[in-house]
């Protein structure tokens, strides 16, 4: 099998956005049979995970339990071949090379968790349509 494309997905605390696109694009890859290894990590990573998108994603049929929230560090950003920022790094700290995607647009699951939720699903899985 060829190398896995490496996608970084980050958010602030690396608990709630940024796992939902981890988990939604690994499932979503797997299901298309795209080689994908999609990871997440947050820029002032909360000390758990969001028990509510824990929660969402357990009902959903998605285990998450072994996961914590992960700093982000700068060997990470030069491994991905993505990195998609939702609200919390600009481009200019994106290795060249390096594609960088901009979800700023969702909002806060605190806000909105259900459209939080369902524009992270929709924006994966046009991600993984196109790199098919």
Not at 100 to 113: E, H, K
Request: aromatic share 8%.
């Amino acid at each position: 099998m060829s190398t896995p494309k490496k996608i970084l997905f980050l958010c602030p605390h690396g608990a709630a956005k940024s796992l939902w696109a981890m988990v939604y694009c690994n499932a979503l890859a797997e299901k298309a049979g795209i080689n994908i290894d999609a990871r997440n990590a947050g820029t002032e990573p909360d000390a758990t995970l969001n028990a509510r998108v824990v929660a969402d994603l357990k009902d959903a049929g998605y285990a998450v339990a072994d996961f914590a929230p992960q700093l982000l560090t700068d060997a990470d950003l030069a491994a991905a071949d993505y990195v998609v920022s939702l609200g919390c790094i600009s481009g200019e700290q994106v290795p060249a090379g390096t594609t960088y995607l901009d979800w700023a647009d969702v909002p806060l699951p605190s806000q909105d968790f259900e459209g939080s939720r369902d524009l992270i699903y929709a924006k994966v899985k046009a991600l993984i349509a196109s790199l098919q």
